[in-house]
């Protein structure tokens, strides 16, 4: 019953931004951990970024801190992605997924999340 689509992926020049939304249909938005994972063809799924049920905590990859960031304010349904200072390293499709609690201790696991958006594209250009 819980659906997430994402949104906002497409084509940047490097050192641009994009932002991702991520919209929770089925449940209540505050209800569910969002994290943000990506991946590229033949590898495994990487964690980016998530953020706990009240915005409370956050967290990133050391590959994306600094430059990404899940701002605390939301709109009703969705959760963002602000990507800034793109690299080329970035090009992946990016997926979020929800959870009903915040795992501190292994938040980065995709075995951590029962739901799963579609996946957007997102290539950055040199």
């Known amino acids: 019953q819980v659906q997430l689509v994402e949104s906002g992926g497409g084509s940047v020049q490097a050192g641009g931004s994009l932002r991702l939304s991520c919209v929770v249909s089925?449940?209540?938005?505050?209800?569910?951990?969002i994290a943000w994972f990506r991946q590229v063809p033949g590898k495994e799924r990487e964690f980016v970024a998530a953020?706990?049920?009240?915005?409370?905590?956050?967290r990133y990859s050391d590959s994306v801190k600094g430059r990404f960031t899940i701002p605390r304010d939301y709109a009703k349904n969705t959760r963002y992605l602000q990507m800034n200072s793109l690299k080329p390293e970035d090009t992946a499709v990016y997926y979020c997924?929800?959870?009903?609690?915040?795992?501190?201790?292994?938040?980065?696991?995709?075995?951590?999340?029962?739901?799963w958006g579609q996946g957007t594209q997102v290539t950055v250009s040199s």
């Open positions: 997924a929800a959870e009903g609690s915040f795992y501190y201790t292994d938040y980065n696991s995709p075995r951590r999340y029962s739901y």
């Open positions: 089925g449940r209540a938005f505050s209800a569910y951990a």
């Open positions: 953020i706990s049920p009240s915005g409370g905590t956050t």
